[in-house]
């Protein structure tokens, strides 16, 4: 127990140096590892189905809503020497104000186990983004909106991802947007409503388990850390207690913007669901105090292979180690 408390604190300090705004963020991040980072797909079994919902800032009018979902496999996975790949597929779509953001993404990792029980992962995405105009909420007679195409349409657009997993600790760097794209209109204009580029964004995320000696409860604090190449860093800190493989429970705080309560719920090796509820201490507490989100995932074969610390609560490192 003394390690775990160790190990919180050194995530404090590590997150405490760093202040930032960050405009994509999933509470449970480790549910979503496909969306995450690419180097996840075909991590976690022989099949995988995701989905989910966030609402950020319920009541505040044109608040950001981002629907979701994804589907990843493996293949060719053999023995515990053995490298294997896996493919996916991710859609995402983002409504923000009278904007809307569609992307869709295919995904490509390659795993290898390691000595000591780690494994190595490397991959990427490959991405389509959209981005239009809601056409009702805006006025299309409005002169200063005359003059911009009603859509974008941005492509390539590449998110690469590594991943080392332990049954004890995970690492985790990923990258979104990671070639700086123009937004391009379909008659040549490069912008939509301001002149604009998507710029890189990379995400660290460190976690660590720690199970109680009867193997009823574990331990899993973790920190997320992002950064824009033209913003200073943020982060999340995150504390889970998973019960007997069934239940896990968690907080985490969100520098300077919110705290975060989080219960998970699986059942067998095949269905994990995920609720959070942000408490808003930042200025829009002023408005609405409260953001959502709402995970759903699916095996449906199970998942036989060891537990991936990070990856989601459908395994327990406990009975593992």
Same mark, same amino acid.
């Given at each position: 127990?003394?390690?775990?408390?160790?190990?919180?604190?050194?995530?404090?300090?590590?997150?405490?140096?760093?202040?930032?705004?960050?405009?994509?963020?999933?509470?449970?991040?480790?549910?979503?590892?496909?969306?995450?980072?690419?180097?996840?797909?075909?991590?976690?079994?022989?099949?995988?189905?995701?989905?989910?919902?966030?609402?950020?800032?319920?009541?505040?009018? =044109? &608040?950001?809503?981002?629907?979701?979902?994804?589907?990843?496999? /493996? !293949?060719?996975?053999?023995?515990?020497?053995?490298? %294997? #790949?896996?493919? =996916? &597929?991710?859609?995402?779509?983002?409504?923000?104000?009278?904007? /809307? !953001?569609?992307?869709?993404?295919?995904?490509?990792? %390659? #795993?290898?186990?390691? &000595?000591?029980?780690?494994?190595?992962?490397?991959?990427?995405?490959?991405?389509?983004?959209?981005?239009?105009?809601?056409?009702?909420?805006?006025?299309?007679?409005?002169?200063?909106?005359?003059?911009?195409?009603?859509?974008?349409?941005?492509?390539?657009?590449?998110?690469?991802?590594?991943?080392?997993?332990?049954?004890?600790?995970?690492?985790?760097?990923?990258?979104?947007?990671?070639?700086?794209?123009?937004?391009?209109?379909?008659?040549?204009?490069?912008?939509?409503?301001?002149?604009?580029?998507?710029?890189?964004?990379?995400?660290?995320?460190?976690?660590?388990?720690?199970?109680?000696?009867?193997?009823?409860?574990?331990?899993?604090?973790?920190?997320?850390?992002?950064?824009?190449?033209?913003?200073?860093?943020?982060?999340?800190?995150?504390?889970?207690?998973?019960?007997?493989?069934?239940?896990?429970?968690?907080?985490?705080?969100?520098?300077?913007?919110?705290?975060?309560?989080?219960?998970?719920?699986?059942?067998?090796?095949?269905?994990?669901?995920?609720?959070?509820?942000?408490?808003?201490?930042?200025?829009?507490?002023?408005?609405?105090?409260?953001?959502?989100?709402?995970?759903?995932?699916?095996?449906?074969?199970?998942?036989?292979?060891?537990?991936?610390?990070?990856?989601?609560?459908?395994?327990?490192?406990?009975?593992?180690?």
């Amino acid at each position: 127990m003394r390690k775990a408390v160790f190990f919180c604190f050194l995530l404090f300090l590590l997150g405490s140096a760093l202040l930032a705004q960050q405009n994509t963020v999933y509470s449970q991040y480790m549910l979503n590892g496909l969306g995450m980072n690419p180097a996840y797909a075909g991590e976690a079994g022989p099949l995988e189905i995701i989905m989910g919902r966030r609402s950020q800032w319920a009541g505040f009018p =044109g &608040a950001p809503v981002v629907n979701f979902a994804g589907a990843c496999k /493996a !293949i060719g996975k053999k023995g515990f020497y053995h490298s %294997w #790949h896996g493919v =996916g &597929a991710y859609m995402e779509s983002n409504n923000e104000g009278a904007f /809307a !953001i569609k992307t869709f993404s295919l995904v490509y990792a %390659w #795993h290898k186990r390691l &000595a000591h029980d780690y494994t190595l992962s490397a991959g990427f995405a490959l991405s389509a983004v959209n981005y239009s105009m809601d056409a009702s909420i805006v006025d299309a007679r409005d002169p200063a909106l005359y003059m911009y195409p009603p859509s974008v349409f941005i492509f390539p657009v590449l998110n690469p991802g590594v991943r080392l997993v332990s049954k004890k600790m995970y690492f985790d760097f990923s990258a979104k947007q990671a070639t700086a794209n123009e937004t391009v209109g379909p008659d040549g204009v490069k912008e939509l409503g301001t002149n604009n580029r998507l710029m890189p964004t990379f995400y660290f995320t460190v976690g660590r388990n720690f199970v109680s000696p009867n193997y009823a409860w574990t331990y899993t604090p973790s920190i997320q850390l992002r950064s824009a190449l033209t913003y200073y860093p943020t982060f999340d800190l995150n504390l889970l207690v998973y019960y007997h493989r069934m239940i896990g429970i968690g907080i985490s705080y969100r520098d300077r913007d919110s705290f975060v309560g989080m219960i998970q719920f699986r059942y067998k090796n095949k269905i994990v669901l995920g609720l959070s509820y942000d408490y808003s201490i930042s200025r829009f507490s002023t408005v609405s105090a409260n953001s959502r989100e709402i995970i759903f995932g699916y095996t449906p074969y199970g998942s036989p292979v060891p537990f991936s610390p990070g990856s989601h609560i459908a395994q327990c490192p406990g009975f593992d180690l």
